[in-house]
């Protein structure tokens, strides 16, 4: 099923492409607690982020093509570990997205395998992920890619009251 598929990093020409596609993501997340505040204007303010992503020497968009057609993507960054731990450097993997139509052909797996190899190539020994917790599918894709679940992120709201005020450095709510 992976016929005619390319798996290749984006390049700037690929950038409507890629706001098209990470645009996508976010909207299928529009019940998620994280991703429900979309901006109107996301797509705008997504071609200066992305066209940075897209040219920084620690990081890669991969996209999978077929036929000529941008039908998935999968951001990985070299991101530094803590200076206590080891690893001293993990591939921070996001935005990962296929289109509907193209799911379960094996673009998702050969983005992965891309990602692997550019870890391989960077000396690069760990990956590690995000997902949302309500997207049930999406954890059961990666479990069966290996990742395992190490850590929680957890949300509050905290309600402003009023006018925001600074407070000095070392006095956090001292009066």
């Not at 997340?29 to 071609?47: N, S």
């Not at 998935?72 to 450097?89: E, M, T």
């Not at 290996?146 to 600074?166: I, L």
Request: aromatic fraction near 6%.
């Amino acid at each position: 099923m992976t016929g005619n598929l390319v798996v290749r990093p984006a390049r700037l020409d690929d950038l409507d492409d890629v706001v098209a596609l990470r645009i996508a993501l976010l909207r299928e997340y529009r019940d998620h607690p994280l991703y429900a505040g979309l901006r109107d204007d996301a797509p705008v303010r997504a071609h200066d982020l992305f066209r940075a992503q897209i040219t920084s020497p620690a990081e890669t968009i991969f996209v999978a093509e077929r036929l000529g057609r941008i039908i998935g993507l999968l951001r990985c960054v070299d991101a530094p570990g803590s200076p206590l731990l080891h690893p001293d450097r993990y591939c921070y993997v996001s935005s990962a997205y296929v289109v509907p139509s193209e799911r379960r052909r094996g673009v998702l797996r050969a983005l992965l395998e891309a990602a692997e190899h550019w870890c391989t190539d960077r000396g690069i020994t760990e990956m590690r992920l995000h997902n949302s917790a309500s997207a049930e599918t999406a954890a059961a894709v990666w479990a069966a890619f290996g990742f395992e679940v190490v850590e929680e992120v957890r949300r509050r709201v905290v309600a402003a009251a009023g006018p925001v005020t600074q407070h000095p450095a070392g006095h956090a709510g001292a009066r």
